[in-house]
């Protein structure tokens, strides 16, 4: 077993963190080809099904930590007290039953390159090809004050689970007249309109069930990431005198007592604060080099995602570095249709054939109301000159307003990725 | 550690023509709205695409992308697509086993 110094300093640290036992030796050994699977999320879980549906004849492993899958895309809606966390909370069975795959629920320690290897608590699970897809990790770096008392008091609920449950219960408890405080990080971040619709759906819980309440928005960014007029429009005429919003203010200061939010100009205190932090590829992928030194996201070549740092190793999802895939946004869209363009160049490395060249499609759906949305899309082909993604001509679009009919097919389009990645 | 395993059963896999051709590159994505192989969850009001007549599919995907047939979301995605591509869509989903997924 080849370890590079960086991973077996990174596993040890973990462990200590972790109080969990590494394992070095190996488990699950291979009965003929196998890819390894790195994170079930909407990258991790697409590459992991298609695989096996283009060819049953190569074994996939899935490691993930969670028992259940929870949805970042429809958290805002739970957060906004129009679903529950149940409602984003679905089962990997149908994985392993329908699909062969073998899922192992273990935490994950490091990535070991030269091994083509994923060392776990549970031991160390090799294949001929890994498929990694761990997501992002969140960077509180550069704020003063924050602390573990800041993290309690300004969860980010960027991930769906225990903290969606809690910023939701603390919108219940708001008192009427209360005050709520939201700030959003540099882009690129995951989920690019995800923080306008959330601030979009708590103005419009505020106004149905906290009169007088108000939404202050310290956003990084200098004007609204995605969909800006539409949101714009809304938060407008729907929630006037609610939503606060203040763009080109990055968060600078917390404090955790006084429960107050800073920029460089004002201190939003808040009964209730959302701190959304700045946005990095996933430790695991650091620590392994799959990023460069004083880089935040993993480069990859589009034509296979695969690691243009590590032979025979695909990265999918948002900790992808988009000035080596092309200006596709972090959504769960892109990565599902990422997970199938590496799942193909997968198979077909293992069988020796030639891969073929990336299609993918985008479409995020956000909701303005619990009755109204707006969605945005692209088609992405493979440009051969620049060796990026490109929006195919004509094929990048927003809704020209807010409508019903969107806030009802964005319903749909959930229940059918849902089943997609894991059905 | 063998108990973290879920067991593998003899649970059918979905019934999903041809993987391997353009056909199937190319629809992959088109999943995330329209369910693995163009079958959409029961009551979806998103339409499930599996074995439509390829007739029908090619022609919705030209009238999407000419505008002729308005859309939120289908002419700009249509649009990503020349003839060919349309026709090799409209096949592979014509192809694929009809049925809504759970």
């Not at chain 1, 290897?117 to 699970?125: C, F, H, Q, S």
């Not at chain 1, 219960?169 to 306008?196: F, H, K, N, Q």
């Not at chain 1, 209730?272 to 932090?277: L, M, S």
Request: charged share 20%; aromatic share 6%; hydrophobic share 45%.
């Amino acid at each position: 077993m080849s370890f590079t110094r960086r991973s077996i300093l990174a596993g040890g640290a973990a462990a200590l963190v972790s109080a969990l036992p590494v394992r070095a030796e190996r488990i699950l050994p291979a009965t003929g080809p196998r890819v390894v699977v790195l994170g079930g999320g909407w990258g991790g879980l697409t590459a992991a099904k298609y695989i096996r549906l283009l060819d049953p004849g190569i074994e996939v492993v899935l490691i993930e930590r969670r028992a259940a899958f929870h949805s970042c895309p429809i958290s805002n809606w739970v957060i906004g007290h129009l679903r529950t966390v149940d409602e984003i909370t679905h089962s990997y069975a149908a994985l392993s039953e329908r699909h062969g795959i073998r899922i192992l629920h273990t935490e994950v320690e490091a990535v070991d390159v030269d091994a083509k290897a994923v060392v776990t608590a549970d031991g160390v699970v090799a294949g001929d090809r890994l498929i990694l897809s761990p997501g992002v990790a969140f960077d509180y770096t550069g704020i003063d004050g924050w602390n573990e008392a800041a993290a309690r008091r300004f969860p980010a609920a960027w991930s769906p689970g225990p903290e969606t449950a809690l910023l939701r219960a603390r919108l219940a408890e708001l008192p009427s007249g209360g005050r709520v405080a939201l700030t959003i990080p540099p882009s690129p971040y995951r989920c690019p309109p995800g923080p306008y619709e959330r601030i979009s759906l708590i103005a419009a819980y505020l106004k149905q069930h906290k009169p007088g309440s108000t939404i202050t928005v310290l956003d990084a960014n200098q004007k609204i990431v995605s969909k800006g007029k539409i949101f714009q429009a809304a938060w407008d005429e729907l929630y006037p005198g609610i939503v606060d919003y203040r763009p080109d203010s990055p968060l600078v200061q917390v404090d955790a007592s006084a429960g107050t939010v800073s920029s460089d100009f004002d201190d939003v205190a808040a009964d209730v604060a959302n701190v959304i932090p700045s946005q990095r590829a996933s430790r695991l992928l650091h620590d392994a080099g799959l990023v460069p030194d004083g880089a935040t996201w993993a480069p990859v070549d589009p034509y296979g995602f695969t690691s243009t740092l590590a032979a025979d190793i695909h990265i999918v999802g948002d900790a992808t570095d988009q000035t080596t895939v092309g200006k596709v946004p972090k959504s769960g869209f892109i990565a599902n249709s990422m997970g199938k363009v590496a799942a193909r160049a997968a198979v077909a490395a293992l069988t020796g054939n030639e891969a073929s060249p990336p299609s993918l499609i985008n479409t995020c759906y956000s909701l303005v109301s619990p009755e109204e949305g707006a969605s945005v899309g692209a088609v992405y082909g493979y440009d051969s000159e620049t060796g990026l993604l490109q929006v195919r001509p004509g094929s990048s679009g927003v809704s020209s307003q807010r409508s019903a009919t969107v806030a009802l097919q964005a319903w749909d389009w959930a229940r059918a990725i849902w089943q997609d990645m894991l059905g | 550690m063998l108990a973290a395993f879920a067991l593998v059963l003899a649970a059918p896999a979905p019934a999903v023509a041809d993987m391997s051709g353009d056909g199937a590159r190319l629809a992959a994505p088109c999943a995330g709205c329209h369910g693995t192989a163009g079958r959409v969850p029961e009551g979806s009001v998103i339409p499930g695409l599996a074995g439509r007549e390829a007739a029908e599919l090619a022609s919705l995907l030209a009238a999407y992308r000419s505008g002729e047939r308005p859309s939120e979301e289908m002419g700009r995605i249509a649009r990503g697509y020349d003839d060919s591509e349309m026709a090799a869509l409209a096949e592979w989903f014509a192809a694929q086993p009809p049925g809504n997924e759970p």
